[in-house]
């Protein structure tokens, strides 16, 4: 039987600028500071989270990480409620996109943060 690999995933960004991406997440998308290294006020490392949604950002390149921020992907959230979520944010920060509905049954709408990594917000129909 295949070993369980859990229920969560730990996104772990490299950023440009610690306090320039520290005030995005925390000022504007309402996370907060829950880990650090080595001390709060000037982390190399560090963890926010909202709710069960946590995200490292890192200001050195850690093992297998380019050495500039990069991806090409998107990381998507899933929130209780999009609605709710666009009227919290909307004025706050550009929407890449959104929100619209998918033709595979998604409600959704996108932003950037600061080095560029899109975050999705999606719920169901």
Not at 5 to 33: H, I, K
Request: net charge negative.
């Amino acid at each position: 039987m295949p070993t369980k690999l859990g229920n969560r995933v730990l996104p772990c960004l490299l950023v440009d600028d610690m306090r320039r991406s520290l005030a995005f997440y925390l000022e504007v998308l309402g996370f907060t500071q829950t880990g650090y290294y080595p001390i709060a006020s000037e982390p190399m490392r560090t963890e926010v989270r909202r709710d069960d949604v946590a995200i490292v950002l890192l200001n050195e390149a850690a093992h297998g990480i380019a050495e500039k921020p990069a991806f090409s992907g998107a990381l998507y959230i899933f929130p209780e409620s999009i609605d709710q979520l666009v009227n919290e944010l909307q004025g706050r920060v550009p929407f890449a996109w959104g929100p619209e509905e998918t033709d595979f049954g998604i409600r959704q709408f996108a932003i950037r943060d600061p080095d560029g990594y899109l975050l999705v917000f999606a719920e169901r129909i």
